[in-house]
């Protein structure tokens, strides 16, 4: 929790997805036990604390969407092979993380409809996951890009090959 504070303290974030592991905290709110529930209510107020101005969404399939333009931001609901397709499917343009891979489904249509999952940050050998070989798709990575005042975007993947980041720096415009 303190290093998660403190690189949104250095990256002063304004917008907050919560995930599923970060939605535990909220739901120990409502535990019976009260040693729990003031341990979240602590660790939530922390939080707020290092978002400061941020807009924070739930980990919520309607109301944890933000939309930026033609694109949406979400945490992710679904794993496996066929999740970018069928978050795709049910958003339409968007970026999300749940499953920690990086993914991307195009749906066909008149307009542009990419989904894609952009990977993540974390240990991607955990106790829990030793013996699925699907994780072994798990890679680390995060999108970036533009927004154009127009509503229209353009999204990039910084990712990590054999140890070394990629990321493309330079942006032309044609």
Same mark, same amino acid.
């Given at each position: 929790?303190?290093?998660?504070?403190?690189?949104? *303290?250095?990256?002063?974030?304004?917008?907050?997805?919560?995930?599923?592991?970060?939605?535990?905290?909220?739901?120990?709110? =409502?535990?019976?036990?009260?040693?729990? @529930?003031?341990?979240?209510?602590?660790l939530i107020e922390? $939080?707020?604390? @290092?978002?400061? =101005?941020?807009?924070?969404?739930?980990? =919520?399939? /309607? /109301?944890?969407?933000?939309?930026?333009g033609h694109l949406?931001?979400?945490?992710?609901?679904?794993?496996?092979?066929? @999740?970018?397709?069928?978050?795709?499917?049910?958003?339409?343009?968007?970026?999300?993380?749940?499953?920690?891979? $990086?993914?991307?489904?195009?749906?066909?249509?008149?307009? *542009? *409809?990419?989904?894609?999952?952009?990977?993540?940050?974390?240990?991607?050998?955990? =106790?829990?996951? /030793?013996?699925?070989?699907?994780?072994?798709?798990?890679?680390?990575?995060?999108?970036?890009?533009?927004?154009?005042?127009?509503?229209?975007?353009?999204?990039?993947?910084?990712?990590?090959?054999?140890?070394?980041?990629?990321?493309?720096?330079?942006?032309?415009?044609?």
């Open positions: 929790i303190e290093a998660g504070c403190d690189f949104l *303290r250095k990256y002063q974030p304004t917008h907050f997805l919560r995930g599923n592991h970060d939605e535990r905290l909220w739901d120990l709110l =409502d535990e019976d036990d009260g040693k729990l @529930a003031g341990y979240a209510k602590h922390e $939080i707020k604390d @290092a978002l400061g =101005d941020a807009q924070m969404f739930p980990y =919520d399939k /309607r /109301r944890g969407v933000l939309k930026l949406k931001c979400l945490h992710g609901y679904n794993a496996g092979i066929t @999740a970018a397709r069928i978050v795709g499917q049910v958003y339409g343009s968007c970026i999300f993380g749940h499953c920690h891979t $990086i993914d991307q489904y195009s749906i066909a249509g008149l307009e *542009r *409809r990419v989904a894609r999952c952009i990977g993540c940050l974390c240990l991607l050998d955990q =106790d829990y996951n /030793r013996a699925h070989i699907q994780t072994l798709r798990q890679a680390h990575g995060w999108a970036y890009g533009l927004l154009l005042p127009n509503g229209a975007y353009t999204v990039w993947q910084a990712e990590q090959v054999s140890g070394k980041w990629h990321v493309p720096t330079d942006i032309v415009t044609l």
